[in-house]
């Protein structure tokens, strides 16, 4: 079974799945189709994994148009993982909301269309996974500053190993608002 709990930005849900451990090890099961579709969270058209060493930055991203709803999960190691809403209109339009996700505490986080995403890994070795809501479309690509001093995103690490491509991402006022999602009231 899944309890969910909405954090600041409610339309972002941190969900608490049951483990099950024993001097073998543990099972959590990760998804069920329709105890997240009575969550409003899904479908979904594909799975990814990535795997990072410690203090790896990986972010942030959205896509817009072909907007990606994500299911993300530590399957292994801890993570410090960030939502911002770049939802034009939206009354939390450039906030963010983070959570520690670890694969011993069975969390993930659901982070609608229109958020770009990331996260940092806190343990040695991280397998992160994620389903998306929609195919992968380098056209559609959006990327904000993981460090953009607008946003503020409280890193629980200092220095971070980041992509070069994410660290010349624009900050939020130098990306034309042409280029983000449009939120539509009572769409969370």
């Known amino acids: 079974m899944v309890t969910v709990e909405s954090l600041a930005i409610p339309a972002v849900k941190l969900l608490r799945l049951r483990v099950f451990g024993d001097e ?3 099972f959590t099961e ?8 009575a969550l409003g969270i899904g479908p979904f058209v594909q799975d990814n994994v990535s795997v990072s060493r410690k203090g790896v930055l990986r972010g942030m991203h959205l896509q817009h148009p072909d907007g ?16 911002v809403d770049l939802r ?3 009354p939390t339009f450039g906030r963010w909301v983070g959570a520690e996700l670890s694969d011993r505490e069975g969390t993930q986080l659901y982070i609608p269309a229109g958020f770009a995403h990331g996260f940092v890994t806190l343990s040695d070795e991280v397998v992160f996974g ?3 809501s929609s195919y992968y479309a ?9 460090d ?35 939120w539509v009231e009572g769409a969370d």
């Open 24 to 26: 073998r090890g543990q």
């Open 30 to 37: 990760t998804w069920r189709s329709e105890h997240y579709a």
């Open 68 to 83: 990606q709803a994500k299911l993300v999960t530590a399957l292994r190691g801890r993570i410090f993982d960030v939502a």
């Open 88 to 90: 034009l209109g939206s």
């Open 130 to 132: 994620y389903k998306v």
């Open 138 to 146: 380098q056209k559609s690509e959006l990327a904000l500053r993981w």
């Open 148 to 182: 953009d001093p607008t946003v503020a995103i409280e890193w629980p690490i200092r220095d971070p190993i980041v992509a070069p491509k994410d660290a010349a991402a624009p900050t939020l006022d130098r990306i034309d608002r042409g280029a983000f999602p449009v």
